[in-house]
């Protein structure tokens, strides 16, 4: 395998800017009413689904520290089929995979549609900041190859 270049530490100044908006988007979940549960399981479920071991590895520590339990970050990957999640989850869910696969318009029209039903306008807006950050984080981490220690 090709040696990968860490792109955070080749590139700082983007990266911080990227930081700098992981904070603020941070902050308008915050703002809107999402418990930081929320925002971890969103994490999770992205980098789940873009393969990214290091931002796994990172969120579902998170997510512990935030008072997720195991048992449902253990079955995050099939969410739909258990309900250990509540509405407002799975409405969250719902929006982040349709943000991280935004060309099957049919998927995202249904998430949009049931988010509507559950999210306000400003937590609607919050996990698809937070969908859009993770996934940018992922892509660093990915194209990086950044171990999982």
Request: proline residues 3%; hydrophobic residues 50%; glycine residues 4%.
């Amino acid at each position: 395998m090709t040696r990968r270049i860490f792109i955070d530490k080749q590139s700082p100044k983007a990266y911080h800017a990227l930081l700098q908006t992981s904070e603020a988007v941070r902050a308008t979940a915050a703002e809107a009413g999402l418990e930081r549960t929320v925002v971890e399981l969103v994490n999770l479920r992205v980098s789940q689904l873009n393969g990214c071991a290091f931002c796994l590895d990172l969120h579902t520590k998170a997510a512990l520290r935030a008072g997720d339990s195991s048992r449902r970050l253990g079955v995050l990957a099939a969410w739909r089929d258990t309900r250990l999640f509540s509405p407002l989850e799975r409405a969250a869910l719902a929006l982040a995979e349709a943000t991280t696969f935004p060309a099957d318009a049919g998927a995202q029209e249904a998430a949009y549609a049931d988010a509507r039903e559950v999210l306000t306008e400003d937590q609607i807006s919050a996990v698809i900041w937070v969908a859009v950050t993770i996934n940018a984080f992922n892509r660093v981490s990915v194209m990086s190859k950044h171990p999982v220690r």
